[in-house]
């Protein structure tokens, strides 16, 4: 991979920006509790995040149950947690250390975009609140597209838009998702390990560089 020539880098958000699992686990054990299920340990939850809304509350109460959801009961389970999570979801989420001093580096010299597959009515109180939307020239949610990661769609719909090609192009993920969405659009990835996914997982999947964290993506980033 040649950093060089790279002159827009997207995030993924859940995992990569923001640790958003202390929210997510109380409302998705809010969720199966409501439903009559016991709740799972916040690093049980840990691996499911990353696929979107959707998947996340199929996995729990697939757990759950031990056998496939219902189609009623996961349409009514989701609009239970993504309510409850309305509520919830700046209780306890927090920037990774060094994120608005890596931002604020990398914008010096790549334009920036975040692509995440939480659902986008979420996302902007987020940024807002944790004070980094100003980093973002595009901001693609789960449901911003007829695709979410790992389909490629978001992030070639953000390279067309910013005018750019995928070779000049990075992505920056903390799951599986963001590296195939990276290879089958043709863009290039760094995984970061202090998200949801284990270092064994990202590496069965090859990104370019491993990051411990954003201290190192900026110095491995920064000329």
């Not at 799972?40 to 759950?64: D, P």
């Not at 031990?66 to 389970?77: G, M, V």
């Not at 192009?169 to 599986?176: K, N, W, Y």
Request: overall charge negative; hydrophobic content about 40%.
């Amino acid at each position: 991979m040649q950093l060089k020539n790279k002159q827009v880098i997207f995030f993924d958000l859940d995992g990569t920006l923001i640790d958003s699992l202390p929210d997510l686990a109380t409302s998705l054990n809010a969720t199966l509790t409501h439903f009559g299920f016991e709740p799972f340990a916040i690093e049980t939850i840990r691996s499911w995040i990353g696929g979107g809304a959707i998947l996340l509350v199929q996995r729990a109460f697939e757990r759950a149950t031990n056998r496939a959801i219902d189609p009623d009961l996961q349409a009514q389970a989701l609009s239970f947690f993504l309510q409850h999570y309305e509520k919830h979801h700046l209780r306890a989420t927090t920037l990774y250390p060094h994120c608005h001093s890596t931002l604020e580096a990398l914008k010096e010299h790549y334009t920036l975009g975040l692509i995440t597959n939480k659902p986008v009515r979420f996302v902007p109180s987020i940024l807002e609140t944790l004070q980094i939307d100003r980093y973002f020239s595009i901001v693609l949610g789960g449901d911003s597209l007829e695709e979410k990661k790992p389909h490629p769609l978001p992030l070639c719909h953000a390279i067309k838009t910013l005018h750019t090609s995928a070779e000049k192009s990075l992505m920056i993920g903390d799951t599986p998702n963001d590296l195939l969405c990276a290879r089958s659009a043709g863009v290039d990835a760094i995984a970061i390990t202090h998200g949801y996914a284990t270092h064994e997982m990202l590496c069965a999947h090859n990104p370019d560089y491993l990051v411990e964290n954003l201290k190192q993506l900026q110095e491995r980033l920064c000329p």
